[in-house]
């Protein structure tokens, strides 16, 4: 949606604590985090300007306001990173005006040959929406014993926020979930698509959902580790590689490879392959 932008610089401004920006908090405060008239201030923008950006009624402001707003705001790396996303999302919006695109379900022939290609490494292909559109053979034994490919059309956002045995199988189950929805969050398209996933998610899983979607938190890096307690292996330690397709409504290609060799010894085991053969072992 178009208000994205300004949804975002509220949610971190109500994330700010006086205190850590030198005001005093006050025993009559009533606002979450900064008032609206105090990040004005700070980054020395007019309250009516501030105002335009948090309704959506100005979406593309300046790289030398947006840096103000970062720096008043103590954003991180990531939150910076992802801000300036979205103001250049708006900004290409408002060049190439038009219906949005509807979720894509279809993947391309090359892809699925790459899947089988990484026989050895568990893979799947993801759309913006966090369907499971496709998946090699390692991924299907890794994957299918934890519940993540029940049904006829699997979903890994949905997965993670409503089945109760994601939470047993993710060590860093909150994490993981806050990237779930950080995900939807920057993958809007401006259909209805998502905000109507989002809506069903909001019914089904109540305020463990709508609190991080209001939250609004950052997306995950396109690399890292991720534990998962395997029912049939026990403990592994993931490697994960994110690679994007820019042609193709951001479905996304997400490789694991084993952390260390524990992990490698255990996907061994699923994969029903004798120790020693070649594998990657990250760091």
Same mark, same amino acid.
């Given at each position: 949606?178009?208000?994205?932008?300004?949804? /975002?610089?509220?949610? *971190?401004? +109500?994330?700010?604590?006086?205190?850590?920006?030198?005001?005093?908090?006050?025993?009559?405060?009533?606002?979450?985090?900064?008032?609206?008239?105090?990040?004005?201030?700070?980054? #020395?923008? =007019?309250?009516?300007?501030?105002?335009?950006?948090? #309704?959506?009624?100005?979406?593309?402001? =300046?790289?030398?306001?947006?840096?103000?707003?970062?720096?008043?705001? @103590?954003?991180?790396?990531?939150?910076?990173?992802?801000?300036?996303?979205?103001?250049?999302?708006?900004?290409?919006?408002?060049?190439?005006?038009?219906?949005?695109?509807?979720?894509?379900?279809?993947?391309?022939?090359?892809?699925?040959?790459?899947?089988?290609?990484?026989?050895? =490494?568990?893979?799947?292909?993801?759309?913006? @929406?966090?369907?499971?559109?496709?998946?090699?053979?390692?991924?299907?034994?890794?994957?299918?014993?934890?519940?993540?490919?029940?049904?006829?059309?699997?979903?890994?956002?949905?997965?993670?926020?409503?089945?109760?045995?994601?939470?047993?199988?993710?060590?860093?189950?909150? *994490?993981?979930?806050?990237?779930?929805?950080?995900?939807? &969050?920057?993958? !809007?398209?401006?259909?209805?698509?998502?905000?109507?996933?989002?809506?069903?998610?909001? *019914?089904?899983?109540?305020?463990?959902?709508?609190? !991080?979607?209001?939250?609004?938190?950052?997306?995950?890096?396109?690399?890292?580790?991720?534990?998962?307690? &395997?029912?049939?292996?026990?403990?592994?330690?993931?490697?994960?590689?994110?690679? +994007? /397709?820019?042609? =193709?409504?951001?479905?996304?290609?997400?490789?694991?490879?084993?952390?260390?060799?524990?992990?490698?010894?255990?996907?061994?085991?699923? #994969?029903?392959?004798?120790?020693?053969?070649?594998?990657?072992?990250?760091?």
């Amino acid at each position: 949606m178009d208000g994205e932008l300004g949804a /975002f610089l509220r949610s *971190r401004r +109500e994330a700010v604590q006086p205190a850590q920006v030198g005001l005093a908090t006050g025993v009559r405060r009533r606002t979450p985090g900064l008032r609206r008239a105090e990040l004005a201030t700070i980054a #020395q923008v =007019s309250v009516e300007y501030l105002t335009r950006l948090e #309704q959506g009624r100005d979406t593309r402001p =300046s790289p030398e306001i947006l840096a103000a707003l970062a720096d008043a705001l @103590l954003l991180d790396d990531a939150d910076r990173e992802h801000l300036r996303q979205l103001a250049a999302a708006n900004h290409s919006r408002g060049l190439c005006p038009g219906e949005r695109p509807a979720v894509s379900r279809g993947v391309r022939p090359t892809v699925r040959a790459v899947l089988d290609a990484l026989r050895d =490494s568990p893979a799947y292909v993801l759309n913006r @929406l966090g369907d499971v559109l496709a998946w090699n053979d390692a991924f299907d034994r890794l994957a299918r014993p934890l519940g993540l490919l029940d049904g006829h059309r699997p979903n890994l956002v949905w997965f993670v926020l409503t089945d109760e045995r994601a939470r047993d199988h993710f060590s860093d189950w909150a *994490r993981l979930a806050d990237h779930q929805v950080a995900e939807l &969050h920057r993958l !809007r398209q401006g259909d209805r698509a998502t905000d109507d996933f989002a809506e069903r998610l909001a *019914r089904t899983v109540g305020v463990p959902f709508t609190q !991080r979607w209001q939250r609004r938190p950052v997306a995950a890096p396109v690399t890292g580790v991720r534990g998962l307690r &395997h029912p049939e292996v026990g403990l592994l330690r993931l490697t994960y590689e994110t690679l +994007e /397709f820019a042609d =193709s409504d951001h479905q996304r290609l997400i490789v694991h490879l084993p952390a260390d060799a524990a992990t490698a010894a255990g996907l061994d085991r699923l #994969q029903g392959r004798l120790p020693g053969h070649l594998r990657s072992v990250a760091g």
